[in-house]
């Protein structure tokens, strides 16, 4: 059973940064291409981030280019996602998710539907 445990959330004044992890158990982490998604109170879970298993493409919402950077490290069986900048709009959790399908080193996706494993989620939240 693969699971995704997340950490790095928490409270923190708008402009500020924090750096989630997500470790992911198993020995095939780095053939999975993995992404990042949030979801707000009353809102739909939506897309962050991605990385290929390679590591060599990523990919982010346009809500997030330039702010946040979706990195990953195969030895440690580790992805990451730090965040810059932070605005009230980033409040919500966060979730890492594996996708086991992924074919080629350049493969990534933002379907949440393409994810066959997804952690239990961290809250960040941004103050004013």
């Known amino acids: 059973q693969v699971q995704l445990v997340e950490s790095g959330g928490g409270l923190v004044q708008a402009g500020g940064s924090l750096r989630l992890s997500c470790v992911v158990s198993?020995?095939?982490?780095?053939?999975?291409?993995m992404g990042w998604f949030r979801q707000a109170p009353g809102k739909e879970r939506e897309y962050v981030a991605a990385?290929?298993?390679?590591?060599?493409?990523?990919a982010y919402a346009d809500s997030v280019k330039g702010r946040f950077t979706i990195s990953r490290d195969n030895a440690k069986n580790t992805v990451f996602l730090q965040m810059n900048s932070l605005k009230p709009e980033d409040t919500a959790v966060y979730y890492c998710?594996?996708?086991?399908?992924?074919?080629?080193?350049?493969?990534?996706?933002?379907?949440?539907?393409?994810?066959?494993?997804w952690g239990q989620g961290t809250q960040v939240t941004v103050s004013s």
């Open positions: 990385i290929s298993w390679s590591g060599d493409n990523t």
């Open positions: 198993g020995r095939t982490f780095s053939t999975y291409a």
């Open positions: 998710a594996a996708n086991r399908d992924a074919v080629g080193r350049w493969y990534i996706s933002s379907q949440k539907y393409d994810y066959d494993y």
